[in-house]
């Protein structure tokens, strides 16, 4: 009984380590007598007892190893702190197992060295904005290192890049400024875009008012100019109207000389007026006063008829009368010599340039025979 629980025994155990069952996605590596013998897939495997021994189990997988940060010098000599993650995947398992003996701990520091002389050859500002670059460069270099390794390794990646704390502030400092000026310039950028905006709108706002302006001035001597042509029109009119009448009226020497004396009066009007000139062509007036007077005074001397001469007298009278009253009413409105002038035309009415009686200013009226030179005018 005890040989036969014996022989089960040692047949199970025999049992167990014949058998072998592999995982999916590994690998195992099977010895024989301490030399390598084949490799196991996946799945149920069996194996010489005690002769065969499985080594080692190589995992097949994609693995992810992130290593601990490392210090790198720079080109400037700034150290830095740089974290790197490894994406590899072993593809001989006979090479992983016997090419090297620990191919982890071998990428690492494949990934160090390289790393060093990889940033060592650039400073802080491109090795921290040459990542992409950094990364390619030694994921080329690892591969073809860990190709005879039976690993590939599939990505590298930098996980952080941690300049000193002094390098931070400084770079912090520098960021700041940099955001300062660009602020600063966008803001010179928009002040001179809004001041060529707003001296372009200036610009069409001048334009605009000075052709308005431009258009305003033109209609405005457009009806400055057919005004004066409608004046000059009326007024040319109203000339040949007045010639028209004075020529159809057919004016004597008289009615000139009376008209004449009515003038006076308005002449000398205005607060202005305080001192006036005769001009010539008073005594001109007078002349032909005295002359209308003088014939009636020859009719009244050649012994026309009583009739005749009663009506005469009644017309001097009369004459007389009308000279006295627009006399009085140019010496109200004139000054001394104008009422001197006018009262002399009223005695030469009367009696043909009668007695001259004392004034305050005398007035010379030309003589009958009219000697007064051309171009001269009597004195006030």
């Known amino acids: 009984m005890i040989v036969v629980l014996v022989l089960a025994l040692v047949a199970a155990i025999v049992l167990a380590r014949s058998v072998k069952i592999i995982p999916q996605a590994r690998a195992g590596i099977v010895e024989r007598l301490g030399r390598y013998s084949r490799t196991l897939g996946p799945g149920l495997s069996v194996i010489v007892p005690f002769i065969d021994k499985v080594r080692y189990t190589i995992d097949l997988r994609e693995q992810v190893v992130s290593f601990p940060p490392q210090n790198v010098i720079t080109e400037d000599n700034l150290v830095v702190a740089i974290d790197t993650v490894i994406y590899f995947q072993v593809t001989d398992p006979i090479r992983a197992t016997y090419e090297v003996a620990n191919y982890i701990q071998a990428i690492e520091q494949l990934t160090q060295t390289t790393l060093r002389n990889i940033v060592g050859g650039m400073d802080l500002e491109r090795a921290l904005t040459s990542r992409e670059e950094i990364n390619s460069a030694l994921g080329a270099i690892l591969d073809e290192a860990t190709g005879k390794w039976g690993v590939k390794v599939n990505r590298v990646e930098l996980k952080a890049i941690d300049p000193p704390p002094s390098i931070q502030d400084s770079m912090e400092k520098q960021m700041r400024a940099d955001r300062d000026k660009r602020a600063a310039i966008l803001t010179a950028e928009g002040a001179r875009q809004s001041a060529i905006l707003t001296a372009e709108g200036?610009?069409?706002?001048?334009?605009?008012?000075?052709?308005?302006?431009?258009?305003?001035?033109?209609?405005?001597?457009?009806?400055?100019?057919?005004?004066?042509?409608?004046?000059?029109?009326?007024?040319?009119?109203?000339?040949?109207?007045?010639?028209?009448?004075?020529?159809?009226?057919?004016?004597?020497?008289?009615?000139?000389?009376?008209?004449?004396?009515?003038?006076?009066?308005?002449?000398?009007?205005?607060?202005?007026?305080?001192?006036?000139?005769?001009?010539?062509?008073?005594?001109?007036?007078?002349?032909?006063?005295?002359?209308?007077?003088?014939?009636?005074?020859?009719?009244?001397?050649?012994?026309?008829?009583?009739?005749?001469?009663?009506?005469?007298?009644?017309r001097g009278r009369r004459a007389a009368q009308e000279s006295d009253e627009r006399a009085g009413q140019v010496l109200q409105s004139t000054e001394s010599e104008v009422a001197a002038a006018i009262a002399e035309a009223a005695d030469a009415a009367r009696g043909g340039f009668g007695s001259r009686q004392g004034r305050t200013a005398e007035v010379e009226a030309p003589s009958p025979t009219g000697d007064v030179e051309p171009g001269e005018s009597p004195r006030a």
């Open 202 to 314: 200036e610009k069409q706002a001048a334009i605009l008012k000075a052709e308005g302006e431009k258009q305003a001035a033109i209609l405005r001597a457009q009806a400055q100019r057919e005004a004066a042509i409608l004046k000059a029109e009326g007024e040319a009119q109203a000339i040949d109207t007045v010639f028209a009448a004075i020529h159809q009226g057919r004016p004597d020497q008289a009615l000139l000389s009376y008209q004449y004396l009515q003038m006076l009066p308005k002449i000398a009007q205005g607060d202005a007026n305080k001192v006036w000139i005769v001009p010539s062509e008073i005594g001109k007036a007078l002349e032909g006063l005295g002359a209308a007077v003088g014939k009636l005074g020859a009719q009244q001397t050649n012994g026309d008829t009583a009739a005749l001469d009663e009506s005469a007298r009644s």
